[in-house]
């Protein structure tokens, strides 16, 4: 008698264990995946924030106050209302708004859009960082600070 030969190759019990660990991996690594550009997107908008407060400051040495008399301050891709442009960028919009009827402080809010939505953030005249909105979920009051990963700052 002839003994039984096995072919070369993998049998449907070795390939069934290899797609149950790539879908135990991929499962973990998706959401880890999705976070850290979430993360990385924020970035993006603490840095314009932090740049739009040095501009606002800039004016106010130039002119002695945030804005216009009068007009409103506008952040968007038109700062031509307190001649301080800002410029929306690839996952954040801006808004500012006077204060006091002084024209003497400001805020500027981020809002997230793209792998930052559900975030807003702000900054105001005393340099005060706020999270007002993370993860799409309120802060009640706002964070005094800019979250960007669960509680830290």
């Not at 993006?44 to 040495?61: N, S, T, W």
């Not at 130039?62 to 209302?81: H, Q, R």
């Amino acid at each position: 008698m002839r003994a039984h030969t096995r072919s070369p190759g993998f049998s449907l019990i070795e390939l069934m264990i290899v797609v149950a660990i790539v879908g135990i991996l991929a499962a973990i690594v998706v959401p880890s995946y999705r976070d850290y550009v979430r993360r990385s997107s924020l970035q993006e908008g603490f840095a314009a924030l932090a740049d739009m407060k040095v501009r606002m400051e800039q004016f106010y040495q130039s002119n002695l106050d945030y804005g216009i008399p009068g007009e409103a301050v506008e952040c968007g891709n038109d700062g031509s209302a307190a001649r301080v442009s800002f410029a929306a960028t690839a996952n954040f919009t801006y808004a500012c708004t006077l204060t006091d009827g002084d024209d003497q402080q400001f805020a500027i809010t981020a809002t997230g859009s793209g792998p930052a939505a559900g975030h807003v953030y702000s900054i105001d005249h005393n340099n005060v960082r706020r999270t007002i909105t993370f993860k799409g979920n309120v802060q009640d009051p706002p964070s005094q600070c800019w979250l960007s990963k669960g509680g830290e700052c």
